[in-house]
C-alpha cells in the first residue's frame, strides 16, 4: 500500500512539473510573440558589446579575453563570481560569461544573484563547464542562456554571442 501511495505522488509530482514546464515554455513563447511585434532595435555591434569574463584562471580569462578583442567585443575580466558582482554593481555588462566551479560565488550563484535583480535580470549569461551534461539542469533553472562544456570552438562561441545580442536587442523595453 505504502509502495502505491509513493507511486501515486511520483506521478502526481511528474504531472505538476510537466504543467509548470509548459506554462513556463507558453510564456517564453508568449513573449517572443510579443517581442516580434516591437519596433525592431538593431543589435550592438561587437565595438558596442562589453562582456564580462569571470574565470577564477587567469590563462582562461587572458585567452578568452584574446578571443573576444579580436572579434572587436570590449572586454571586462572579474577574477571570481564575487569580483564579477561588484563590477556589475558598477556597470552592466551586456553580456557575462562565467566560469562555473569559482571560489568565494560560483557561476551559479552568480546567475542566481543576478536573475534575481531587476535591474541585472535581463543580462544574457553563457556558462563554460567541463562537467556539461550534469550540470545543464541546475544551469537553465539557474538562469543560464547557454551552457558550453569544455573545450568549446570559438566560431561556436561567438555565434552564441552574436546571437544572444540579437535576442537582446529585441526584448529591450
Known amino acids: 500500500m505504502a509502495a502505491e501511495e509513493g507511486a501515486r505522488r511520483e506521478a502526481e ?20 510573440a510579443a517581442a516580434s511585434k516591437a519596433v525592431p532595435v538593431k543589435p550592438k555591434t561587437p565595438e558596442q558589446t562589453l562582456v564580462l569574463v ?24 572579474a577574477e571570481d563570481g564575487l569580483d564579477a558582482a561588484r563590477q556589475i554593481e558598477n556597470a552592466l555588462p551586456d553580456l557575462l560569461m562565467t566560469d562555473v566551479d569559482m571560489p568565494g560565488m560560483n557561476g551559479l550563484q552568480l546567475t542566481r544573484q543576478l536573475r534575481g535583480n531587476p535591474r541585472t535580470a535581463r543580462i544574457p549569461i553563457i ?22 562544456g569544455k573545450p ?3 566560431e561556436q562561441l561567438i555565434s552564441h554571442i552574436e546571437q544572444l545580442m540579437i535576442v ?3 526584448t529591450v523595453s
Open 127 to 148: 556558462m563554460i563547464t567541463s562537467d556539461s551534461e550534469e550540470l545543464l539542469g541546475k544551469a537553465v533553472a539557474a538562469g543560464v542562456n547557454v551552457v558550453l
Open 54 to 77: 569571470a574565470d577564477d584562471s587567469k590563462v582562461v580569462r587572458i585567452k578568452t579575453g584574446r578571443l573576444l578583442a579580436a572579434h572587436n567585443y570590449q572586454v571586462q575580466m
Open 152 to 154: 568549446y570552438s570559438e
Open 168 to 170: 537582446a536587442s529585441q
Open 13 to 32: 509530482r511528474l504531472v505538476v512539473e510537466e504543467a509548470a514546464r509548459r506554462e513556463a515554455d507558453e510564456k517564453r513563447r508568449l513573449t517572443l
